[in-house]
């Protein structure tokens, strides 16, 4: 155990002095003492150098007569007379909430470091339900958290993780907040709900160089795809067809073939489109599938991909994916990386061998040091322009 802890000691002592070699700065060196809180790994000096937050559920909106709640991180010394700056944690569709340990541990490093932090609850993406009305759940949060008289309006930054990502960058579009949007991280996020679907239903995707490659959605992938489109069909007894063929063998990480008796059985288009795309075997096929959907379907569609609505962003925009994401494939951001280069606004792109999806993956400080060191240089960026 002590060999073990020495290690890590030394890893960090390594961490620091590279970042102090690249910019000896307050921020750089406060982000490398709160990287092993964020990772949840190593010894953690923050907890012993910084007092415990304020922490505080409050109302951010209501829908359909229910109050959604966030959960407010502020620093132990924030107030209206020392303003802090703030970020807002945007989460994807997950049953987790604002509660998880996880959530908790990067919201609590983050205000121990000195920046106010905002993690919406939504009842709509805890239920795994993906709905245009979240893009608007997330001004709504903004504009909550810079309301507040403990935080600085001119110091707010938005951390999208998965759909949150995506979600993201398309409220920081907004007109009633586009301005105040200091800067996004997408972690993780999709491009396009388009190439996504088809990615989930094909497993496999295309690079930019229009190869294909082969890819596992990961459990949960495959579940909000399956819950999402079966949504898309109205008749009652076609989706509960769909559901009763389909649903086991999806959730069992299976690829159905097609089933020419059950497309017959099916009394809709709509029905039997979505049969086609939850069945194809190839890219190309389920490609088409997702073209051949219904109007109101297509339009959702377009509604919840950033990559087709960069116009009236103005924020710095950051992204970031794991290499080996089964949730949402790389080649997600990096065509959102790609599509953002011309516009200027894209501040840093950086990929990593560190995480499941969005959460550290059994980090090994020694063995990951590399990788810590360039996740090290990502986050201090975003917290240089926060703190």
Request: charged residues 20%; negative net charge.
């Amino acid at each position: 155990m002590r060999r073990r802890l020495a290690r890590i000691g030394l890893v960090l002592l390594i961490v620091l002095a590279i970042l102090v070699a690249f910019e000896p700065t307050r921020v750089g060196l406060q982000t490398a003492v709160m990287l092993p809180n964020l990772v949840g790994s190593g010894p953690q000096p923050l907890n012993l150098f910084s007092a415990p937050p304020q922490r505080s559920a409050i109302v951010y909106r209501t829908v359909d007569g229910h109050d959604e709640l966030a959960e407010l991180w502020l620093p132990s010394w924030a107030s209206a007379e020392r303003q802090s700056g703030a970020i807002l944690l945007v989460l994807g569709v997950n049953n987790v909430g604002r509660n998880h340990p996880v959530v908790v541990r990067v919201a609590d490093a983050l205000a121990r470091t000195g920046a106010a932090v905002l993690v919406p609850d939504s009842r709509a993406l805890l239920e795994g339900r993906l709905d245009v009305g979240e893009i608007d759940g997330v001004v709504r949060a903004f504009e909550a958290l810079a309301a507040r008289p403990e935080v600085d309006p001119g110091r707010i930054g938005i951390a999208g993780f998965s759909v949150g990502g995506s979600l993201s960058l398309l409220a920081a579009r907004d007109p009633r907040i586009a301005a105040g949007v200091r800067w996004v991280n997408a972690f993780g996020a999709y491009a396009d709900a388009a190439t996504y679907l088809a990615a989930v239903s094909a497993h496999a995707y295309r690079n930019a160089d229009g190869s294909i490659v082969p890819w596992e959605p990961s459990p949960l992938a495959r579940q909000i795809h399956l819950q999402f489109l079966l949504s898309q069909v109205d008749d009652v007894s076609d989706r509960e067809a769909l559901d009763a063929a389909l649903r086991q063998p999806i959730l069992d990480g299976l690829h159905p073939p097609p089933d020419a008796s059950l497309r017959a059985s099916l009394r809709t288009e709509a029905a039997r489109t979505i049969l086609g795309l939850l069945t194809a075997q190839t890219l190309d096929t389920a490609t088409a599938a997702i073209g051949a959907l219904p109007p109101d379907s297509l339009a959702f569609i377009d509604a919840i991909s950033p990559v087709r609505h960069l116009d009236g962003l103005v924020a710095d925009i950051f992204v970031m994916h794991e290499t080996t994401d089964h949730h949402v494939p790389i080649v997600e951001s990096r065509a959102l990386a790609a599509a953002l280069e011309p516009t200027g606004l894209l501040r840093t792109y950086s990929e990593f061998r560190l995480f499941d999806h969005v959460q550290p993956d059994n980090v090994d400080f020694l063995a990951a040091a590399p990788e810590l060191v360039k996740l090290l240089l990502h986050v201090r960026t975003l917290m240089e322009e926060t703190l």
